[in-house]
């Protein structure tokens, strides 16, 4: 799909993997809606690439649908949703101290990492099938959403985290086939470890260590990487139904 002139969605857009993926975007001619929990962050990135800031906490239904609707009546129908807003969140199930973990905080991060990719999903892929076809595939849209490679080699005390990514890998495959008749097309992105904003607070040796743990390339993934590939996931049609992982080849020791 040539996504130059179309109008696009990015969940939190405004810093690290969506930061990066909404500047990706914009340089490729989209017409970029910026969406974030952190209202004062998306308009700083909206600023610098023309598009449009947006307050949204994608876990929230009526919210969600106001901020889908105010970026349709600026941009029109968004043709690509980018689904990148997430939070990342270590807990064991049996504290230190003996007591279980507070069913509270397993919610919140299902709330927001699940349930939020597929509010955004169902609100986006209503209104691209709506839509007249943008080629001669009778492609619609595209809707990338973000794994993580916890979704299949968790490590110690991430049982909300990989639940929730693993969820958005298992999701991928059949909102894919439900939605091919629209022509609106689905992938799940699930990236290792990445230079974002929240790891570079991490002490330089702490740093240094993870990218050791990489195969190669020895180093933390660049936020332009996944942007890159969001995009050519967006490009080509025959990119449907997969989970790629974008990892340099790590697989996740238990701690």
Not at 171 to 176: F, R, S, V
């Amino acid at each position: 799909m040539n996504i130059e002139g179309l109008a696009a969605i990015v969940t939190g857009g405004g810093s690290g993997l969506g930061e990066a993926t909404a500047r990706a975007l914009a340089a490729a001619g989209a017409r970029v809606a910026v969406l974030d929990i952190n209202l004062a962050a998306a308009q700083a990135v909206a600023e610098s690439i023309g598009g449009l800031a947006l307050a949204c906490d994608v876990a929230d239904a009526e919210g969600a649908a106001a901020a889908v609707a105010a970026a349709e009546q600026q941009h029109g129908v968004a043709r690509v949703l980018m689904n990148v807003a997430g939070i990342g969140t270590a807990r064991r199930i049996v504290g230190r101290d003996g007591q279980p973990a507070p069913l509270a905080d397993f919610e919140r991060v299902i709330r927001i990492n699940l349930l939020g990719t597929y509010n955004l999903c169902r609100l986006a892929a209503a209104r691209m099938a709506a839509t007249e076809p943008v080629n001669a595939d009778g492609e619609r849209g595209v809707i990338v959403n973000t794994a993580s490679v916890a979704a299949f080699d968790g490590q110690v005390g991430q049982e909300a985290y990989a639940a929730s990514k693993g969820g958005v890998a298992a999701m991928t495959l059949p909102m894919a086939r439900d939605l091919a008749q629209h022509g609106v097309r689905v992938c799940t992105i699930a990236p290792g470890i990445f230079a974002t904003p929240l790891l570079l607070q991490l002490p330089e040796a702490v740093q240094h260590s993870l990218a050791d743990s990489i195969p190669f390339p020895k180093r933390l993934g660049a936020p332009a990487e996944f942007a890159e590939l969001a995009l050519h996931i967006a490009r080509n049609a025959a990119l449907n139904g997969e989970v790629i992982r974008l990892d340099g080849a790590l697989r996740m020791a238990p701690r």
